[in-house]
């Protein structure tokens, strides 16, 4: 069975520090990996995901992660975070196979203070 | 905006009631999925349906049903409710199964049961 474990709860963070959101994987075959933001009272956005290729993806409001498989992880960074990045951010794996069913960590509120 | 919409955006009933949400997928998409977004479970897949046939089931209660219509909108049946089902329920569209097909997600439909 696949899992997806988002160490952290809540980040607070000051506006204009950099962040990194953590998240750890378990799954002994291919997975596709995915960040999915959900601002206050609305549904979840696709952030980014890494599909194959390069490890490094980006967003275009300036986020990024990196897949390291040796470490099964998938850490959301951004340099320089801004009042509007307050929001929950969901890391999800899916599994290639019949159903691309997202499996959901438990979520990480980012709270960026001024 | 996602193009996936949900209908009711708030529903409050009484337990042991039945509730139908309505999902209409994105133009073009034909895969939908149904998810539970939870304070103690976290967001749960539900169950899976492309071009009006189950795909996949996740973690949904046997009071609990789902179906896609010929026009490819979905409706999630929830019976015998409990205090237990108050939770988010999201809806998301793709245009295939595969897992490089984006899930696009609905603003959601907040369940509360007293």
């Known amino acids: 069975a696949q899992s997806v474990t988002q160490l952290d709860s809540q980040v607070p963070v000051f506006e204009e520090a950099p962040v990194e959101l953590r998240c750890n994987y378990s799954?002994?075959?291919?997975?596709?990996l995915f960040w999915y933001v959900q601002y206050p009272n609305q549904g979840l956005q696709l952030l980014l995901k890494?599909?194959?290729?390069?490890?490094l993806v980006e967003s275009i409001n300036g986020f990024e992660a990196e897949f390291n498989k040796s470490q099964t992880s998938f850490h959301l960074r951004k340099p320089s975070v801004h009042i509007s990045d307050t929001a929950e951010y969901f890391c999800?794996?899916?599994?290639?196979?019949?159903?691309?069913?997202?499996?959901f960590g438990s979520g990480t509120r980012l709270l960026v203070r001024p | 905006d996602s193009g996936v919409t949900q209908t009711p955006k708030h529903l409050i009933t009484a337990t042991g009631q039945r509730v139908t949400l309505r999902c209409s997928p994105r133009?073009?998409?034909?895969?939908v999925y149904w998810y539970q977004q939870s304070l103690d479970q976290g967001l749960q897949f539900l169950i899976q349906?492309?071009?009006?046939?189950?795909?996949a089931k996740g973690n949904i209660l046997e009071r609990f049903s789902a179906q896609q219509f010929p026009d490819l909108h979905s409706e999630l049946n929830l019976s015998s409710l409990e205090l237990g089902d108050s939770a988010l329920y999201f809806c998301a569209s793709s245009v295939g199964t595969s897992g490089v097909s984006e899930q696009f997600f609905g603003p959601g439909t907040r369940l509360t049961v007293l």
């Open positions: 133009s073009g998409d034909l895969s």
């Open positions: 890494y599909l194959s290729g390069s490890t």
């Open positions: 349906y492309y071009n009006g046939e189950e795909r």
């Open positions: 799954s002994s075959v291919s997975v596709y």
């Open positions: 999800a794996v899916s599994v290639f196979g019949s159903s691309y069913k997202l499996i």
